[in-house]
């Protein structure tokens, strides 16, 4: 290199004036790092020689020199004067290897491709015009980003297959960088220009469409860019919002598709995407809500508080609230997945459907209701294809829409209630929305994008769990309200229904009180439900009568008090009871007890036998499974007959006819077979069934008693029907503490394991002719 060098020190200006009687050579050699050790100068110089002597503009000496070759730096020579004296060994290079060759090819293209993103592409001839791997490698000198510490590695690398490696890679490395920052400042001058050219096309599309009367007024591209800007969603939901805007703008307004896609946006637009409620940490709070709008319902009230409890551990562990020395072990963060379903199965009125609003009050989130009831097409759940005229989003992607958050709560009214046919199984659909592996990518046929369902709090309704498809229930918990008992419907009408009743028929508070007595007489005549739906009915009706006489005579100077004698004057007289004593007083019928859709019911199995081909006939519409109980009890008595006491040709020549009342009313069920066998048993012997006895299990041919479902209902039916004493299968024992204490305490429970301990319970001792 040949550059020129300011004698800025006394050094330099000792050295240099030694120079010239020395035959103008210099020795240069670069000041050592620090960190190499004590010595003051590296350990390879440069011979270079003086071509000139001059000043600077600045009045400073300087030099003109040109280096010549590296050297090796000995020992310093005794001298008269300042300047440093030392002896040199010049460096000898060996011939460079073919490897170096090949690598040198390599540099130089990189060296002229670095130049070329510099400008500088003169400098192309001057590296092609350098054969010599090793000074091909020294021209790094010239780099003006190369550090001092890497120009002295070059110097001091004296073998030339390592310092063409070495300059190599640094090459590489500044060509990568110089192309990195050159595609980034395409990609942004691209954007640039690409930003511009839309603007200016779309000011000129919207100018084409003024000359043509096309307004665009309603939400036109901007707008809707203007509102996607502001969207809280991800990135592909973003990507398809564009895409379908770009395609707004390219497609006239006279074409049917440009509306399709503008309700299309509006639909996706105005889904709450990212916007969700925040769960309360109140966990006192939250029960004291569920408390106040219910009575009872404890299983569902606890699971409810569980779930907030369980948010509020994995938010303040998340968070870092607990001790250094628990995070570790204890901090789980907040999961997908952190919804809750459940399944509310019970008769009507107890309270399923009003449990979803107070569930929604007590953990601070929206309330939607999505009823099922009939719905038989898979697109009302999954949304109908935009190919269809008409198409629309599925009942689950409008009701996230209404609730205005993505983690609402969603009731799903009597799913049991689902049908199908040829246009699908909505239940089938339900499988992926109620599935917490799957929920959280649900893709709605209209949007066709995914919806995230996993924080949504799913509360189902049926009135029949055997209703539900099994893969359905299986992503489900279930839990049963199996309705209440006397007592508890009087609290309730107390605490709840009174109140709301008094607002809804115009009076105040204070004007008219009700009797703990009328309620329960209510109750006894004119109810005979497993919720409180009709108990609520007869008591608006009450009211309303005293409400028209407060309004014909005007305010009485006191309340109003409805006593048991007002609840029959006012209500007329009470429905009639079954007369249980009446039914059973003739051999051939027995009590039995059932669960139906509006709870559990006693039911009364007649026995008739007459004269003709032995045989079966059964009636009062009864299911596939009913006929084959009645068919197992005939074939168990047949069998039997004499272990039971019977004549052997008891059932000779004599065909049997079992009837279940009412006739009008389907019913189906297994557990129907031990009453079905003690009223043909009771036929037969002469034996009436005991009037205050009810029953209910399944029974095989060998007269082993099968248990049951329903045990809870049955048994609160058998109290509501004045019933004292009940047969249950003695599997089902486990199921007895289901059943309130109170009822317990009234009806006495006989568990049985065969028929015969059934036959033996249940008949009286004596023939009706004794």
């Given at each position: ?92 290079e060996g011939p460079p290897s073919e490897a170096a060759r090949e690598q040198a090819r390599e540099l130089r293209a990189v060296l002229e491709a670095v130049a070329e993103h510099r400008g500088m592409g003169r400098l192309s001839e001057y590296f092609r015009a350098i054969d010599e791997p090793g000074r091909l490698a ?162 569902v009230k606890d699971r409810v508080i569980e779930h907030l409890a369980v948010r509020k551990l994995r938010s303040e562990r998340a968070a870092g609230s607990t001790g250094a020395a628990d995070r570790e072990s204890a901090a789980v963060p907040l999961r997908r997945g952190d919804g809750m379903i459940l399944a509310l ?397 109170a009822v317990r305490d009234q009806i006495r429970i006989h568990l049985a394991s065969t028929i015969e301990e059934v036959l033996d319970l249940a008949l009286q001792r004596e023939t009706l002719a004794a």
């Amino acid at each position: 290199m040949t550059i020129t060098l300011a004698l800025e020190t006394p050094e330099a200006r000792e050295a240099a004036a030694a120079a010239s009687g020395a035959g103008d050579l210099l020795v240069l050699v670069p000041r050592s790092d620090a960190a190499r050790g004590p010595a003051r100068f590296a350990a390879i110089g440069t011979l270079a020689s003086v071509e000139r002597r001059g000043a600077l503009p600045g009045g400073t000496q300087a030099v003109v020199v040109t280096g010549q070759y590296r050297v090796t730096l000995g020992a310093a020579v005794a001298a008269a004067g300042t300047a440093l004296w030392v002896n040199v060994e010049p460096v000898e290079e060996g011939p460079p290897s073919e490897a170096a060759r090949e690598q040198a090819r390599e540099l130089r293209a990189v060296l002229e491709a670095v130049a070329e993103h510099r400008g500088m592409g003169r400098l192309s001839e001057y590296f092609r015009a350098i054969d010599e791997p090793g000074r091909l490698a020294d021209t790094a000198g010239y780099w003006p980003e190369l550090s001092v510490e890497r120009k002295v590695e070059i110097l001091e690398t004296v073998d030339v297959d390592r310092r063409v490696k070495l300059v190599l890679g640094w090459a590489r490395e500044a060509l990568a960088e110089l192309e990195l920052k050159d595609r980034i400042r395409t990609d942004v001058a691209e954007g640039m220009e690409r930003t511009q050219r839309d603007y200016i096309l779309r000011q000129q599309l919207a100018a084409i469409r003024r000359e043509l009367g096309e307004s665009d007024s309603g939400g036109g591209g901007d707008d809707y860019r203007a509102r996607l800007d502001a969207l809280d969603a991800a990135e592909e939901v973003r990507a398809a919002i564009g895409r379908e805007i770009d395609k707004l703008e390219r497609t006239s307004e006279q074409s049917p598709e440009h509306g399709w896609i503008r309700t299309w946006l509006d639909t996706v637009l105005e889904l709450p995407w990212g916007r969700r409620s925040q769960d309360p940490m109140d966990l006192v709070g939250a029960r004291s809500v569920l408390d106040a709008d219910h009575s009872g319902l404890e299983e569902v009230k606890d699971r409810v508080i569980e779930h907030l409890a369980v948010r509020k551990l994995r938010s303040e562990r998340a968070a870092g609230s607990t001790g250094a020395a628990d995070r570790e072990s204890a901090a789980v963060p907040l999961r997908r997945g952190d919804g809750m379903i459940l399944a509310l199965v019970g008769p009507p009125g107890v309270g399923k459907t009003s449990l979803g609003e107070s569930v929604a009050r007590a953990t601070g989130r929206h309330f939607v209701r999505v009823a099922l009831g009939g719905v038989r097409d898979e697109a009302e759940i999954r949304g109908h294809r935009r190919t269809y005229v008409g198409a629309m989003p599925g009942r689950l992607a409008r009701a996230i829409k209404d609730a205005g958050t993505m983690n609402p709560v969603v009731l799903l009214d009597e799913i049991d209630k689902l049908g199908a046919d040829w246009r699908g199984d909505p239940s089938s659909a339900l499988l992926e929305v109620l599935d917490p592996a799957q929920n959280h990518t649900f893709r709605d046929h209209y949007l066709d994008l995914d919806l995230d369902l996993s924080d949504v709090l799913f509360l189902a309704t049926a009135n029949f769990v055997e209703q539900i498809p099994v893969p359905l229930l299986d992503r489900m918990e279930v839990v049963r309200l199996d309705g209440y008992t006397d007592g508890e419907k009087v609290a309730i009408a107390r605490q709840h229904l009174l109140g709301r009743q008094l607002a809804l028929a115009g009076l105040l508070e204070g004007e008219v009180e009700v009797t703990d007595e009328a309620l329960q007489a209510m109750i006894d005549g004119y109810t005979t439900e497993a919720g409180v739906r009709s108990l609520e009915r007869q008591l608006g009706r009450l009211l309303r009568k005293a409400a028209a006489r407060i309004a014909a005579d005007g305010t009485p100077q006191g309340p109003i008090v409805i006593d048991t004698a007002d609840v029959r004057a006012w209500l007329g007289r009470p429905h009639p009871r079954r007369d249980v004593a009446a039914r059973t007083a003739d051999p051939g019928v027995a009590t039995g007890l059932a669960v139906t859709g509006a709870g559990g019911e006693i039911l009364f199995v007649e026995a008739s036998a007459s004269k003709g081909d032995p045989g079966l006939t059964v009636t009062g519409q009864l299911g596939e499974v009913m006929q084959e109980s009645a068919q197992i009890a005939l074939s168990y008595v047949r069998a039997h007959a004499e272990d039971l006491g019977l004549a052997e040709d008891a059932l000779d020549a004599r065909r049997v006819h079992i009837h279940v009342p009412a006739g009008a009313v389907p019913k189906d069920g297994p557990s129907a077979g031990v009453t079905m066998t003690t009223a043909v048993v009771s036929l037969l012997s002469g034996r009436p069934v005991r009037p205050e006895l009810g029953m209910t299990g399944e029974i095989t041919l060998q007269g082993q008693v099968l248990p049951i479902g329903g045990v809870k209902q049955k048994v609160l039916a058998a109290h509501r029907a004045g019933l004292t004493e009940v047969i249950l299968p003695a599997r089902n024992e486990p199921d007895l503490e289901d059943v309130p204490d109170a009822v317990r305490d009234q009806i006495r429970i006989h568990l049985a394991s065969t028929i015969e301990e059934v036959l033996d319970l249940a008949l009286q001792r004596e023939t009706l002719a004794a």
